[in-house]
């Protein structure tokens, strides 16, 4: 299946709505039927069938459907956020006493929801490194169910070798759950890498507008039916129609958004990397990187999200340098229009700087659709002003 078929195409019926063009948002709550066999066929699959719309709405259906084939998944569940569906796979893959391995440093509220809220069901996580496979073999122990790797990671884009980790786990009948909302299915595809369960941020690069917050979970259609009857149709935690059509008109500019920001990235990395108070680059793709050779073999391009450590003696400077800057917006999030400034600074307060997981001298960008020469002497200005 092409791109431009599952963008434009996958999933749209447009003659039973008057050929519209774009979809229209079914913004209803409740389904009507002509018969009780009708309603009895639907109810009996709620996950593919219209009855209600907590379990299954057309607008949002025509969003599943383009999701899981951009993952080569079977298919897909999308939820009222990122973490609902981190949660979601997590909680639909352990059971009391079961043991985790995760990468270390996952996103924040996916770390809590493992260190903080599965201990009160008895579930165990061991933290690893991940840059070597083994390290996941090694942190197994005989209840361990669950691996669970966020390649790259946030703020410091470490990877994991995903096929190499989804091999181990198989062979041990281990689930893996990757969280891929770094790169998108389009720079990388979930299902060509082996593992079980994919988890997006749908609030970032998919819808892409800095407008919803939204979270995608592709699987395969077992384990889709599994988790539906429990954790989706029990936490209830859904995408409404109407943030599911918005986040169907972002994603038929997806490869657009994705080009122009990878493109403006490159650029001013290449900038970036001349510039004296620039101590270090975090970047997949950039030579640098200790794993860009993993990068080049496992995903198909970078996208817009970098850090750098700046050559400073304290915080006050980080601070100095961010509050400068003109375009970027001091913010969290990314995958919108607009550029973001995120310092590990932000983190911490000023006394206790130290103490932060990441680096304290690092800053996380996010380049939006701006022109790159604006971009780049913004960015100037403000390093050469610290
Ligand atoms: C933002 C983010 C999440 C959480 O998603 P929400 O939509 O904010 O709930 C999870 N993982 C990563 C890598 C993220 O960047």
Not at 25 to 43: G, I
Not at 312 to 330: A, M, S
Request: a negative charge; one cysteine or more; glycine letters at 6%.
């Amino acid at each position: 299946m092409d791109l431009s078929y599952i963008l434009n195409h996958l999933g749209e019926d447009r003659e039973a709505y008057f050929n519209s063009v774009s979809p229209p948002v079914f913004e209803s709550s409740n389904f009507a039927f002509d018969s009780v066999a009708e309603m009895r066929k639907h109810l009996k699959d709620e996950m593919d069938y219209p009855f209600y719309t907590r379990g299954h709405n057309p607008t949002v259906a025509i969003l599943r459907k383009k999701l899981a084939a951009l993952e080569e998944m079977e298919e897909c569940l999308v939820f009222g956020s990122g973490s609902a569906a981190v949660a979601a796979a997590v909680l639909s893959s352990v059971q009391q006493g079961d043991h985790i391995v995760s990468v270390k440093n996952p996103y924040s509220w996916t770390g809590k929801l493992m260190s903080r809220y599965l201990g009160r069901f008895g579930v165990t996580v061991t933290y690893v490194e991940g840059t070597d496979p083994l390290d996941f073999s090694t942190a197994m122990q005989p209840n361990t169910r669950l691996f669970y790797l966020e390649s790259p990671n946030s703020f410091t884009f470490v990877l994991q070798d995903i096929v190499a980790i989804t091999d181990i786990a198989r062979s041990k009948g281990i689930t893996t759950i990757l969280d891929n909302s770094f790169s998108s299915p389009l720079l990388q595809t979930s299902g060509k890498l082996g593992v079980d369960i994919v988890v997006h941020s749908g609030t970032k690069y998919l819808n892409g507008h800095s407008d919803v917050i939204a979270g995608v979970l592709c699987t395969d259609r077992k384990r889709a039916e599994h988790i539906f009857e429990t954790e989706f149709m029990n936490i209830g935690a859904i995408l409404s129609p109407h943030n599911a059509w918005l986040m169907l008109r972002g994603l038929r500019t997806l490869p657009i958004r994705l080009k122009q920001s990878a493109e403006t990235t490159a650029y001013i990395l290449s900038q970036l990397e001349t510039h004296p108070r620039v101590e270090k680059i975090w970047y997949p793709h950039h030579p640098s990187h200790p794993q860009y050779e993993l990068a080049q073999k496992q995903m198909k391009g970078s996208g817009g999200q970098f850090s750098i450590s700046l050559r400073v003696e304290g915080p006050e400077e980080i601070d100095k340098f961010c509050d400068q800057l003109q375009y970027f917006l001091l913010a969290c999030s990314w995958g919108g229009y607009e550029s973001l400034v995120f310092p590990v600074a932000g983190l911490s307060g000023t006394a206790n700087y130290k103490e932060s997981p990441h680096p304290w001298n690092l800053i996380r960008f996010y380049v939006g659709l701006e022109e790159p020469e604006v971009l780049w002497k913004d960015l100037k200005q403000a390093l050469d002003n610290i």
